[in-house]
């Protein structure tokens, strides 16, 4: 086990599986959270039974015995069979908490918040409430509850989780929906899918909608020429953000997003300025510069029309330093209390603590 004393979660004890990648599931006992090994991705036989084991060894441990079983809302990964399987088992309730509500949570748990926060939750994906896949989620959340203020404007995602590993389809996606995805069989050429993917586009069904912030990054980073095709998980943001640093400092560009009256930030403007950019190192700062600037202001004006003091930043892609840096610096700005993971990480490897979180403030509603 990992050091028990990581994090302090009074309250019920209860156990929390995680999600799909670097899945870490966890236990609250006595207080404090204990944190198993990651099983990493719940992709092969052999991570999922590092992730069975794993649990047997939490549920071995001493302490209070677990009240509730907390599993992410897809019904389809290991952890969440497994979870209900065991609550089952136990007869326990199993409680199954949003994907970036758990991200948020994990902040507010670390930092003993009560009371509401806004949070941006931005990663690659998760199940939203609609069915949906989600990952740019501007959210309102007080314990159990979790509202959806906005999202990032939806982009389509050619071929389904097929564009997760081939950013060059996302920026395809971007093109089509400027307007010029005659660009996009000459622009990818070295592509076999290119000269079809247009039509792909369209059709609903093989390109589902996406508000993930990390397939934003992987449009951005295909789109200025740095990374088309993703060898390793992360690769096209590593690139984005290397490029960036590489370029040095740029100001915002002020009107490349736009904040909707339902919420939505739309982010289509900047990305598509990206496709004319000549110099990849300066098109990728002014990407990350301008991100944090749209993020602050879409947090402004909730904080403004909730009267919502504190945000909370959660999910991987705040794994990305420079974004981070430059939207802490404009929120401190605007006299908001910003809380960020420092204890735990901020992505998937986490997600646990805010399950077992939400799951205990379900617990004591129910008392």
């Given at each position: 086990m990992q050091d028990a004393t990581l994090l302090a979660l009074p309250g019920p004890p209860v156990l929390a599986t995680g999600a799909w990648f670097e899945s870490t599931p966890a236990r609250v006992a006595d207080g404090r959270l204990h944190c198993a090994p990651g099983a990493g991705d719940l992709i092969d036989a052999e991570a999922c039974r590092c992730f069975d084991a794993a649990l047997d060894a939490l549920l071995a441990l001493p302490g209070e015995p677990p009240q509730a079983v907390a599993h992410d809302l897809h019904p389809d990964f290991h952890s969440t069979r497994v979870a209900r399987a065991l609550a089952e088992r136990l007869q326990l309730p199993a409680i199954a908490v949003q994907h970036h509500h758990a991200h948020i949570a994990a902040v507010l748990a670390e930092h003993g918040h009560a009371g509401a926060a806004l949070g941006i939750a931005a990663d690659g994906v998760g199940l939203g409430t609609d069915g949906a896949a989600w990952g740019g989620e501007l959210l309102l959340v007080d314990g159990a509850t979790c509202r959806r203020l906005g999202h990032l404007r939806a982009l389509p995602l050619p071929g389904g989780d097929r564009a997760a590993r081939e950013p060059w389809r996302m920026a395809a996606a971007v093109l089509q929906a400027a307007g010029r995805g005659s660009e996009?069989?000459?622009?990818?050429?070295?592509?076999?899918?290119a000269a079809q993917l247009a039509q792909i586009i369209d059709r609903a069904h093989l390109s589902p909608p996406t508000t993930s912030l990390g397939r934003h990054f992987d449009a951005a980073a295909a789109l200025l020429g740095l990374c088309e095709v993703n060898e390793t998980g992360a690769q096209a943001a590593i690139a984005l953000e290397s490029a960036a640093r590489s370029h040095g400092a740029v100001a915002p560009e002020a009107d490349a997003w736009r904040v909707?009256?339902?919420?939505?930030?739309?982010?289509?403007?900047?990305?598509?300025?990206?496709?004319?950019?000549?110099?990849?190192?300066?098109?990728?700062?002014?990407?990350?510069?301008?991100l944090a600037a749209a993020f602050a202001d879409w947090l402004q004006v909730a904080a403004e029309a909730r009267n919502v003091r504190t945000v909370a930043l959660g999910g991987g892609c705040f794994h990305n330093r420079l974004l981070s840096a430059a939207l802490l610096e404009h929120l401190a700005a605007a006299g908001l209390a910003v809380l960020r993971p420092e204890r735990l990480p901020p992505g998937d490897a986490g997600i646990a603590a805010g399950q077992a979180w939400v799951a205990q403030r379900v617990?004591?509603?129910?008392?």
């Open positions: 996009i069989a000459t622009r990818f050429a070295r592509h076999a899918a909707t009256a339902d919420g939505t930030l739309d982010l289509l403007p900047l990305l598509v300025r990206l496709a004319d950019e000549t110099d990849a190192a300066r098109g990728a700062a002014r990407f990350h510069a301008t617990l004591q509603q129910g008392n």
